[in-house]
């Protein structure tokens, strides 16, 4: 079951000085969700928002947008045409299951809270493979089904 609908605000600090407080805004209706984030740091503000459909197997995003400094990028999913298309006009295929950089945490949070015992237990896999779809805005790389280290309880 998905958490109910939620707004939260945060404290958030660089190099010491802290930022007007920012929001996380998590919104569902059992079939859709959407998630945003909004934050400024000095006199910039940075706006991030994924929106798709809920399923059986969890997160299904739609749309992914960022807002950095003024400048807008935007990606959009078809998941059944097996793609995604930027905001720059450029297409990428879309494995099954894949994630945008933000629908990726509760996606993951959603698979420990369904199966806690999966995750926390001897033994349990070291590595699974995260399939994200999106563009590294530091190197302009583009990321698809890195992996992720969970690592193994003690």
Known sequence: MPPPSATMHYASFVNGVQ????LIRWEQDGKRYRLSVETRVLWFRFAFQSSGAMTDTGLMPER??????????AA???????????????????????????????????????????YAAPGAPRHSRWPIRGTCNRCRCSMLERKRSIPAAA
């Not at 992914?64 to 990028?73: A, F, I, L, V």
């Open 19 to 22: 930022n007007p407080d920012g």
């Open 64 to 73: 992914y947008e960022e807002n950095r400094r003024g400048k807008s990028e």
């Open 76 to 118: 959009r999913f078809d998941q059944a045409a097996g793609s995604v298309a930027f905001a720059r006009g450029t297409q990428a295929q879309l494995p099954p299951g894949a994630q945008d950089r933000f629908s990726v945490f509760l996606q993951l949070v959603g698979r420990v809270r369904g199966n806690p015992q999966r």
